[in-house]
């Protein structure tokens, strides 16, 4: 799986890898694995705080929250960024190992529905997308939302996923298909986030999901309802943030253990002003209300 490491790191990852918060010369190198949705930010966030405490080096890897989470109970990393909470299994797993892992809510993301720009649907409901994407769901077919897709001839639903280890796969599957639900066979199942939206972006029969932060212009954005009725909610920054967007989730970080030294001064700095700023500037919700500039 492509590993995705930090600029401000870089020349450090492979001395450090491993070793979690140790000296690596005269830096410390922290390890931080997991999410893809929380990649971009964590790169972000360890590229500033390397100008703000540069004896201090964030290395920071991708390859989904169950990655990450592994690592951490492994004891390879010191943070492990999850856009899902720890399962009953992670935390029992993780206790085995003498690790108690800390949460940390780090910010809140709009999990949006992606549809290809020739797609006129406009709005959709919870019910609708389980039934295209629930086991034993029987839309499989544009013409049952009654819609005719240009460029889709096959009139077939096109249904892109994320692969099993990633939070998100793990939290649509709980917000769209309940707890005990399981997904229908059939999807294509991506790496990453970005991977989803370039799919749907050239495939006219498609529907996707993933974080907000990877819409772009070339998809379009259905507003989604809790039921039929409801009030339709576009995913957007407030609306994760107030909860009104019925596919919104919190995103997290776990620390082995209270942290302390600099990875309690690290954990401070992305919940104070200054880290929540920088969340909200790559188009997530922050944890907490922030004024930035």
Known sequence: MKRIVSVAALCLFALACGRGAEGGGSRLVIQNK????LVNVA????EEYSK??????IAVTGGGSGTGISAMINGTVDIANASRKMKPSEIKAAEANGIEPIEFVVGYDALA???????????MT?????????????????DQLGVAVPGCPSGEIVRVSRQNNSGTFAYFREAVLGRDGEYKLGSRDMHGSKDVVDLVQHTPCAIGYSGLTYATDQVKMPCVAREEGAPCVTPSEQTALDGSYPIARPLFM?????????????????LSDEGQCIIMKKGYAPAKNVTCD
Request: charged letters at 15%; hydrophobic letters at 35%.
């Open 126 to 142: 919870l019910a609708q997308l389980g039934g295209i994407y629930g086991e034993g769901g029987t839309i499989d077919r544009w």
């Open 113 to 123: 529905v992606f549809l290809h720009p020739n797609n006129p649907i406009d709005s």
């Open 43 to 46: 790169q972000a966030w360890a």
């Open 52 to 57: 703000i405490n540069p004896n201090v080096a």
């Open 34 to 37: 997991g999410s893809d949705t």
């Open 254 to 270: 776990y620390t082995r253990g209270q942290p302390e030294g600099a990875i309690k001064e690290y954990m401070d700095w992305i």
